[in-house]
C-alpha cells in the first residue's frame, strides 16, 4: 500500500471513541462509522493505540478498521503500541502502512516520553527490521532531543513521532517559544539523518498551526483527544475540516 500526501497529513486517533463505546455493551459509538466519516470529511490516516488492557482499542476494532481503510487506498493506517508487548501481533496480522512504536508500560496512563538510545537500539533492531520486512513502515516516538535523532536512525527506523505533550502544555505561556525551538531543533536533526518527521500528543486546534508554522518538514500528526472531544461539539466532518483548516494556516505561515 503507498500513499502521498502534499502537505501535512491528518491521521485521527479513535482511541477515545472506544472509550465512550465500552462503558455499554450496545456497540455505540462506533469505532469504524468515526473513521469513516473522519476520512470522507478529508481525514488522510486513522491512528489507533491497542492498549495491552484493552481499555478502549480492542483486536476486534483492528481487524474492523483494517477492512474498512481497504475502501480507502490512498488513506494510511498507523498503529501505535509497544512492540515488546502486544504491538507485534497486529502488525503481523494486519500489516498496515505504519508502526509507530511508543515506550509505554503495560498499564501506563498515556503516553508520556519516548524511545531512549541506547539503551533501547538492541531490543528495537530486529523488531524494525521484522517490520520493514513485512512492509511496514516505523515511527518511532522521541522526545524532542536533537542528539537522539542520529541513533534513532541507525537502528532502522523509517520515521520518528515528535512527543508533542511539552510543547502543548507550554503553548500560550511564555515557555512556548523555547519549547518551539526545541522542537524545531530535533526535527531539523531528524530531517538531516534522513528520518521523516510525525508529530503528536495533546495538539489541538489552538497549537496546532504554531507547531507546524514552527517546525519543518512535519508529515503527519495524529490526533485523537482533542479532535474527538471537538467532534462531540462539532461533529466528525466539520471537526475534520477545522483541523485540516490549522494545517494549512501553519504551513501557510511557516512558508511565508
Ligand atoms: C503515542 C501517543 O501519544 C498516543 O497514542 C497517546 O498515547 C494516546 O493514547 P491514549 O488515548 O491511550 O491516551
Ligand atoms: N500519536 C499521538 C496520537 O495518536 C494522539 O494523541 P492525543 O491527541 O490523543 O494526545
Known amino acids: 500500500m503507498t500513499t502521498s500526501h502534499p502537505r501535512t497529513a491528518l491521521s485521527v486517533n479513535v482511541n477515545k471513541v472506544a472509550l ?94 519516548g524511545w531512549r538510545f541506547p539503551q533501547d537500539a538492541e531490543r528495537l533492531k530486529p523488531l524494525i527490521a521484522e517490520c520493514r520486512q513485512l512492509g511496514v513502515r516505523v515511527s518511532l516516538f522521541m522526545d524532542a532531543e536533537p542528539a537522539q535523532m542520529a541513533a534513532a536512525r541507525s537502528v532502522g527506523a523509517d520515521r520518528i ?24 531543533a530535533a526535527a531539523q536533526a531528524a530531517l538531516d539523518v534522513g528520518l521523516g518527521v510525525n508529530a503528536g500528543h495533546d495538539l489541538n486546534r489552538d497549537n496546532l498551526a504554531d507547531f507546524l508554522a514552527g517546525v519543518p518538514g512535519v508529515l503527519e500528526v495524529s490526533i485523537g483527544h482533542a479532535l474527538i472531544a471537538d467532534a462531540l461539539e462539532l461533529g466528525y466532518g466539520d471537526t475534520v475540516v477545522a483541523y485540516q483548516r490549522c494545517i494549512d494556516q501553519g504551513m501557510l505561515e511557516r512558508n511565508s
Open 161 to 184: 513521532e515528535l512527543y508533542t505533550e511539552p510543547y502543548a502544555a507550554a503553548w500560550g505561556t511564555p515557555q512556548q517559544a523555547v519549547q518551539l525551538e526545541r522542537y524545531r
Open 20 to 113: 465512550v463505546r465500552n462503558t455499554r455493551h450496545l456497540g455505540i459509538p462506533s469505532v469504524t462509522r468515526a473513521a469513516q466519516l473522519c476520512l470522507e470529511a478529508g481525514a488522510q490516516g486513522i491512528t489507533v493505540h491497542p492498549r495491552p488492557d484493552e481499555r478502549h482499542i480492542r483486536a476486534q476494532d483492528v481487524t474492523e478498521l483494517a477492512v474498512l481503510l481497504k475502501d480507502w487506498p490512498q488513506a494510511e493506517f498507523n498503529i501505535e503500541g509497544n512492540p515488546t508487548q502486544n504491538l507485534m501481533a497486529f502488525i503481523r496480522q494486519v500489516r498496515p502502512h505504519q508502526a509507530t512504536f511508543v515506550p509505554d508500560a503495560e498499564d501506563q496512563f498515556t503516553s508520556d516520553h
